[in-house]
């Protein structure tokens, strides 16, 4: 079952945090396990908050991925440019399809 994981932050310093992503996915690219999909949204309501919805193929796959050393330093970089503390919501996904 494919698996969602979804981060919710606040910074502002969005760019420099959007360059460690793109930095972490070179690095893990062409490895197996890791995040198949992402986006990445912006509240029009409340400045400098964001959701990242990370995809797995599974939930195994995600935890593979969180112990990895390497996602835990990206991790700690992650929560130094964001302001408070970022809230994680893990979510099996049920139903997905393409409506366009």
């Not at 992503?21 to 400045?47: F, I, N, W, Y």
């Not at 990895?68 to 996904?93: H, I, K, Q, W, Y």
Request: aromatic share 6%.
């Amino acid at each position: 079952m494919k698996f969602v994981q979804i981060i919710d932050f606040e910074t502002e310093r969005l760019e420099e945090m959007r360059q460690l992503v793109a930095e972490g996915g070179q690095r893990s690219a062409g490895h197996a396990g890791g995040p198949t999909h992402s986006m990445l949204l912006k509240d029009r309501d409340k400045p400098d908050r964001y959701l990242a919805v990370i995809e797995f193929e599974s939930y195994e796959d995600a935890t593979r991925n969180s112990d990895d050393p390497e996602t835990s330093r990206m991790a700690e970089r992650l929560d130094a440019l964001s302001t408070g503390d970022r809230v994680f919501t893990n979510c099996d996904v049920v139903d997905a399809r393409d409506l366009a």
